[in-house]
């Protein structure tokens, strides 16, 4: 008797065999000891291949995708990460944040880190300026460290980096230059103030692999414009976040999902001649923003 292979019987044996095979690599870390890695392990194996059967994916396309990785490897080094860059534009960078920093209270939302922090910026006084002489508009930003009950945070650690108005960080130059990054303590009564420059919108570095991928989705490389904070003191979570510019356009579409509503502050606009707060003379326009922020508990 001839067995006569319908369609459907065709597609039930090749999802069986897909199925057995998931199933053997599965069974293959039965015998490791770390629980926790087992764990991921499987379940890493489990979406991986899902991706792979639910896009039917063409032995050409898993070829590109390798040639893809081998490059962000290749221009991966010390000063640039295209690893965490790729970790950024698919969000998931922003994911392991929302996960990792549940809401505690009203406390300061985070918010990516980026690649552009650096160890050892120069310390300023209260009322200082973290530009350093880079070029850019004046900005006069301040505001308090809280706790979650309202209490002050005297001696906290406030360090703020941020790019210039060319759209580059100090540290993309090649002359060793330290502008627009400086550290700062709050005062007594968990008071900062310092001038900046007012945030202009700049795009993450785009000349590699992640670039040439937003490229080819017909997405912009362009981050909100925003100005980084790093919080740190004895007894608090650390936070990592920046704030942003309300009527900003890109504020809907930053390429690497790092804007939350909260963190979206005024920066209002004084004409040149308006008074500062400390007094010092500015020739054209300034802007002023404040920001409260509070810190949850470790
Ligand atoms: C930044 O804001 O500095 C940044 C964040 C993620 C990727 C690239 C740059
Ligand atoms: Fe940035």
């Known amino acids: 008797m001839t067995h006569d292979h319908s369609a459907p019987d065709i597609a039930a044996e090749r999802a069986r065999r897909e199925q057995d095979l998931l199933e053997r690599v599965l069974r293959s870390f039965d015998d490791c000891a770390d629980p926790r890695l087992k764990e991921l392990m499987r379940a890493l194996v489990r979406h991986l291949h899902a991706f792979l059967r639910e896009v039917r994916l063409s032995e050409e396309e898993w070829r590109k995708g390798v040639e893809f990785l081998t490059r962000v490897g290749h221009i991966t080094d010390d000063v640039r990460q295209e690893f965490i860059l790729l970790s950024d534009v698919l969000g998931a960078s922003m994911q392991m944040i929302t996960m990792n920093n549940p ?22 006084e209260l009322g200082g300026d973290v530009s350093g002489g ?13 706790d979650t009950a309202g209490a002050a945070v005297p001696g906290a650690r406030v360090e703020v980096w941020e790019a210039d108005a060319d759209g580059f960080y100090d540290v993309q130059y090649d002359d060793d230059r330290t502008m627009g990054r400086a550290h700062l303590f709050t005062g007594p009564d968990g008071e900062y103030r310092f001038w900046a420059n007012t945030p202009t919108p700049y795009p993450i570095p785009h000349d590699g692999p992640v670039g040439a991928l937003l490229a080819a989705v017909g997405r912009s490389p362009m981050r909100a414009s925003h100005l980084h904070f790093l919080v740190k003191v004895d007894g608090y979570r650390t936070l990592v976040t920046h704030i942003f510019v309300r009527g900003d356009d890109l504020l809907e579409s930053d390429t690497v999902f790092g804007v939350r509503d909260s963190l979206v502050k005024d920066f209002e606009s004084r004409p040149a001649d308006t008074p500062t707060p400390d007094g010092r003379a500015i020739n054209g326009l300034w802007s002023k923003a404040r920001f409260e922020i509070v810190l949850a508990p470790v």
């Not at 809401?103 to 310390?123: C, S």
């Not at 850019?136 to 930003?141: A, D, R, S, T």
């Open 103 to 124: 809401a505690h209270g009203d406390a300061t939302e985070a918010t990516v880190l980026g690649p552009f922090f650096v160890d050892g910026a120069p310390r300023i």
């Open 134 to 146: 880079a070029p850019g508009e004046p900005c006069w930003v301040e505001g308090t460290v809280r």
